[in-house]
Nanobody
Framework: QVPVVESGGGLVQTGGSLRLSCAAS????????IGWFRQAPGKEREFVAA????????FYADSVTGRFTISRDNAKNTVYLQMDSLKPEDSAVYYC??????????????????WGQGTRVTVSS
């Protein structure tokens, strides 16, 4: 697993944007898949987006497709989640996690290890 550190959360109005960062700590993301998940109060943690580091393929939950973009910076060994057109229902603690990239289970929480501490996103109406 790759230890990760998230950052970039905050308070934003409906329709606004935020960019979250997931930085690898002490290791490279090479051969790993990186996933973003979120957990709202009283709800289970849910998949948001994933990226396969070696091939660059990206995957999204239906609820964020067209509004969120997951990307990477090879030099910085960092994955970003650009969130546009934010809605109040996007409010949650966002987590980054990694899994060895077998090409399977990219949306499954149980497949991931190396979870970060989370960063809170609040979208005001």
């Amino acid at each position: 697993q790759v230890p990760v550190v998230e950052s970039g959360g905050g308070l934003v109005q409906t329709g606004g944007s935020l960019r979250l960062s997931c930085a690898a700590s002490g290791r490279t993301f090479s051969n790993y898949a990186i996933g973003w998940f979120r957990q709202a109060p009283g709800k289970e943690r849910e998949f948001v987006a994933a990226l396969r580091w070696n091939g660059g393929q990206t995957f999204y939950a239906d609820s964020v497709t067209g509004r969120f973009t997951i990307s990477r910076d090879n030099a910085k060994n960092t994955v970003y989640l650009q969130m546009d057109s934010l809605k109040p229902e996007d409010s949650a603690v966002y987590y980054c996690a990694t899994q060895w990239d077998y090409g399977l289970g990219l949306s499954l929480e149980d497949a991931y290890r190396g979870w970060g501490q989370g960063t809170r996103v609040t979208v005001s109406s």
